[in-house]
């Protein structure tokens, strides 16, 4: 998606999470600069095969959302095969974000992209405010939605997805504005795209709290 964010740069360190998120080693970084940003060397990234969830524990204002889930989100529905979906089934991309406002910030940023890029904004083949519809060069129709994180995880199930996002993961409470419920919605978000090969959930964060929550576990395990 990078033509088509016009002056907008990603910094090397973007990429090399680019890089990693493919299951390649990353580019353009000194190993000592990506033993900082992983917590290993290169090669331990270079799998040759993309990982099915993916952890960003970053600074506000560094392009998370923007310039990583967007992007993602777009080229998901747009690049992930397809070939058990059945006739008028339409796939989804989607990021779910603590609050309606987050979430409105990421889809206008997927809807950005999708109007900017030529190829893309001809495959729209519906658009409003919750949700834009593209049909794939395949012919497949994948819909591209954002929603608030609910008890359950409701916006990754009964789908067929092909990216679940969990923007601001360190924020997800339930509504009593205590019990968190990153764990619900990441587990239903696994449970969707277990069937669909290739497809990943992402999860990506502000850090809140020290060893609290689910990024932090998935950065303490692994």
């Known amino acids: 998606c990078g033509p088509y964010w016009g002056p907008v740069t990603p910094s090397p360190a973007l990429l090399a999470v680019v890089d990693a998120s493919e299951g390649r080693a990353p580019s353009g970084l000194s190993p000592a600069d ?3 940003i992983f917590r290993r060397p290169a090669h331990g990234l270079a799998t040759q095969r993309a990982p099915r969830v993916v952890v960003v524990n970053a600074g506000r204002r560094g392009g998370k959302t923007s310039n990583l889930l967007a992007p993602k989100m777009v080229h998901a529905a747009w690049t992930t095969p397809l070939p058990d979906l059945k006739p008028g089934e339409i796939a989804r991309a989607v990021v779910i974000s603590p609050d309606l406002d987050l979430s409105e910030a990421a889809f206008n940023y997927a809807v950005g992209i999708c109007e900017s890029s030529p190829v893309l904004r001809r495959a729209v083949v519906k658009k409003n405010t919750e949700q834009i519809v593209l049909r794939r ?6 819909e591209i939605v954002t929603g608030a994180a609910s008890r359950g995880g409701a916006a990754a199930r009964s789908r067929t997805c092909v990216f679940v996002g969990l923007d601001e ?4 409470y339930a ?8 764990r619900d919605i990441y587990n239903a978000a696994l449970g969707t795209l277990k069937f669909v ?3 990943q ?4 964060s502000t850090p809140w709290v ?6 932090e576990e998935l950065i303490r395990d692994y």
């Not at 993961?169 to 997800?172: D, E, K, N, Q, S």
């Open 201 to 204: 959930c992402w999860i990506v």
């Open 175 to 182: 509504a009593d504005g205590h019990t968190v419920n990153d």
């Open 137 to 142: 060069p395949d012919g497949k129709l994948c």
């Open 34 to 36: 990506v033993e900082a």
């Open 197 to 199: 090969a290739g497809s």
């Open 169 to 172: 993961a360190a924020f997800f």
């Open 210 to 215: 020290e060893e609290e929550g689910l990024m």
